[in-house]
């Protein structure tokens, strides 16, 4: 049974940082794609950032380039996203996503497999 735990939502205020983590469990890491998708309050869902375990390689909502950065561990079975500079358009509820293969597009069809939201809030 595939799982995605997500991690790391929280308060903090404009111009600050957090961590999230998603840890993975139930299918084979390496051959997989693990990102992040996030819903706003009355917004629909958008792809935030994707790593393909095998390689490495990254995708990134282009809005959020240069402020959000998503790595993999793969000995961990762990992602992270680190976000930077945080505003608050970017409180949302940050899902933490997975499928097979290598995605090149962000879009809530190509992922099936889903976890928990974690709450992230951008306020003073």
């Known amino acids: 049974e595939v799982q995605l735990q997500a991690s790391g939502g929280g308060l903090v205020q404009p111009g600050g940082s957090l961590r999230l983590s998603c840890a993975a469990s139930?299918?084979?890491?390496?051959?997989?794609?693990i990102g992040w998708f996030r819903q706003a309050p009355g917004k629909e869902r958008e792809g935030v950032a994707c790593?393909?375990?095998?390689?490495?390689?990254?995708i990134y909502a282009e809005s959020l380039k240069g402020r959000f950065i998503i790595s993999g561990d793969n000995a961990k079975n762990t992602v992270v996203l680190q976000m930077n500079n945080l505003q608050p358009e970017d409180t949302a509820i940050y899902y933490c996503v997975a499928d097979y293969g290598s995605p090149h597009i962000l879009t809530t069809s190509r992922f099936n497999y889903w976890g928990q939201g974690t709450q992230v809030t951008v306020s003073s």
């Open positions: 139930g299918f084979a890491f390496d051959d997989y794609a």
């Open positions: 790593v393909t375990m095998s390689d490495g390689t990254t």
